[in-house]
């Protein structure tokens, strides 16, 4: 309640006038306006937060390995038994060898969008440059994957041999645009519903400073908040999940 609170507060320009999208602006971390290759800019520091907050976790959290867990190794605890066990049941027990990879995965795209929802932050995982390099590096791995375990046998991932004869060609053909648009869909679907539901938030914040409305205001912003801490372990899980899909398909190509 209080950090929806303060965010109505910071988020409100004391005016009328909403502009939810400029918080997904790139800029410059160090002042200036032009953003170069090598720039450093409030992207690229909120993605070294993101993984900062892992590290943090996952390694200094858990460096006692106490018989009693703290807090930080419990949440790491439940975290590697959760990611585990959805690789395992998903993609099989030979997809087991990928752990590490998914877990990076899921961590990444959890702490990010946890990080978002802090007031003055930025949900870099609203950028589709970000999710989409996610989701290509999935689909390349996938790729490799499978040509490297099945060789030419991959392709049977295209080829429906339980439908009728005349319609395979039709059915590999679509399969094969399903496939491609695989990276694609991975991305947008991320980035989409991250960018959506903090556009709403600063939305809500907007007519926090018109009286008549501000304690509706107020009340709209908690509840999204409380919506938008779903939606970001949701969508990791989502997007973790959807990789252990493809990675099953990779491992195990015939229909």
């Given at each position: 309640?209080?950090?929806?609170?303060?965010?109505?507060?910071?988020?409100n320009?004391?005016?009328?006038?909403?502009?939810?999208?400029?918080?997904?602006?790139?800029?410059?971390?160090?002042?200036?306006?032009?953003?170069g290759?090598?720039?450093?800019?409030n992207?690229?520091?909120?993605?070294?937060?993101?993984?900062?907050?892992?590290?943090?976790?996952?390694?200094?959290?858990?460096?006692?390995?106490?018989?009693?867990?703290?807090?930080?190794?419990?949440?790491?605890?439940?975290?590697?038994?959760?990611?585990?066990?959805?690789?395992?049941?998903?993609?099989?027990?030979?997809?087991?060898?990928?752990?590490?990879?998914i877990?990076?995965?899921?961590?990444f795209?959890?702490?990010?969008?946890?990080?978002?929802?802090?007031?003055?932050?930025?949900?870099?995982?609203?950028?589709?440059?970000?999710?989409?390099?996610l989701?290509?590096?999935?689909?390349?791995?996938?790729?490799f994957?499978?040509?490297w375990?099945?060789g030419?046998k991959?392709?049977?991932?295209?080829?429906?041999?339980?439908?009728?004869?005349?319609?395979?060609?039709?059915?590999a053909?679509?399969?094969?645009?399903?496939?491609?648009?695989?990276?694609?869909?991975?991305?947008?679907?991320?980035?989409?519903?991250?960018?959506?539901?903090?556009?709403v938030?600063?939305?809500?914040?907007?007519?926090?400073?018109?009286?008549?409305?501000?304690?509706?205001?107020?009340?709209?912003?908690?509840?999204?908040?409380?919506?938008?801490?779903?939606?970001?372990?949701?969508?990791?899980?989502?997007?973790?999940?959807?990789?252990?899909v493809y990675?099953?398909?990779?491992?195990?190509?015939?229909?």
């Amino acid at each position: 309640m209080g950090l929806a609170v303060l965010s109505a507060l910071f988020l409100n320009t004391g005016t009328t006038a909403i502009h939810p999208m400029d918080q997904f602006t790139v800029k410059p971390l160090f002042g200036g306006d032009h953003v170069g290759m090598l720039t450093i800019t409030n992207v690229t520091f909120w993605l070294a937060m993101s993984v900062l907050a892992i590290t943090l976790l996952l390694v200094v959290g858990t460096r006692g390995r106490a018989i009693i867990p703290s807090r930080a190794q419990s949440i790491a605890e439940l975290a590697y038994g959760f990611v585990y066990k959805m690789v395992e049941e998903v993609a099989g027990k030979d997809a087991v060898a990928f752990f590490p990879y998914i877990m990076t995965l899921f961590m990444f795209v959890a702490s990010a969008n946890m990080l978002g929802l802090l007031p003055f932050s930025f949900t870099t995982t609203s950028h589709i440059a970000v999710t989409a390099v996610l989701a290509l590096a999935v689909f390349l791995t996938v790729t490799f994957v499978g040509f490297w375990k099945n060789g030419t046998k991959f392709l049977g991932l295209f080829w429906v041999s339980s439908a009728p004869l005349p319609l395979r060609p039709v059915l590999a053909i679509i399969e094969l645009i399903s496939y491609f648009v695989r990276p694609v869909s991975h991305s947008i679907r991320l980035g989409g519903n991250m960018m959506a539901g903090h556009a709403v938030i600063k939305v809500f914040a907007g007519f926090a400073g018109l009286m008549a409305v501000a304690p509706f205001s107020i009340l709209a912003i908690t509840a999204m908040y409380g919506l938008e801490l779903l939606v970001a372990f949701v969508q990791a899980y989502v997007f973790t999940i959807l990789t252990c899909v493809y990675l099953k398909d990779a491992l195990h190509p015939s229909h």
